[in-house]
């Protein structure tokens, strides 16, 4: 059973960066989009992405933009998320997700996603 394989998080101060990992492994990128979903404390998984990509480029919500930016590794099947100046608020769960196909007209939603990550903890605090 193909899983995606989230790391790299951990605790941060605000403006610090931190950079995810997603192994992808066998499905590798090619005709998925690739998204990470994030869970605030409190709250259940936001429903769409806030980052992803796909063939025809990549996309992030107003939150993010100018902060994140996803970058993929194919020779270790591995998508990054680059996180820059980082914000209390960006504190939670982070989870990777691939969906089968390319979404012209907006994010996959939790329902399109084929595969989760397992998710990985950012912690932003002073």
């Known amino acids: 059973e193909v899983q995606l394989v989230d790391s790299g998080g951990g605790l941060v101060q605000p403006g610090g960066s931190l950079r995810l990992s997603c192994g992808i492994g066998?499905?590798?990128?090619?005709?998925?989009?690739i998204g990470w979903f994030r869970r605030a404390p409190g709250k259940p998984r936001e429903g769409v992405p806030f980052?992803?990509?796909?063939?025809?480029?990549?996309y992030s919500a107003e939150s993010v933009k100018d902060r994140f930016t996803i970058s993929s590794d194919s020779a270790e099947d591995t998508v990054h998320l680059q996180m820059n100046n980082l914000k209390p608020e960006d504190t939670g769960v982070y989870y990777c997700?691939?969906?089968?196909?390319?979404?012209?007209?907006?994010?996959?939603?939790?329902?399109?996603?084929?595969?989760w990550g397992q998710g990985t903890q950012v912690t932003v605090s002073s």
């Open positions: 997700a691939a969906a089968l196909g390319a979404f012209y007209d907006g994010p996959p939603t939790e329902s399109d996603i084929n595969y």
């Open positions: 066998a499905i590798t990128s090619g005709g998925y989009t």
């Open positions: 980052i992803w990509t796909s063939a025809d480029g990549t």
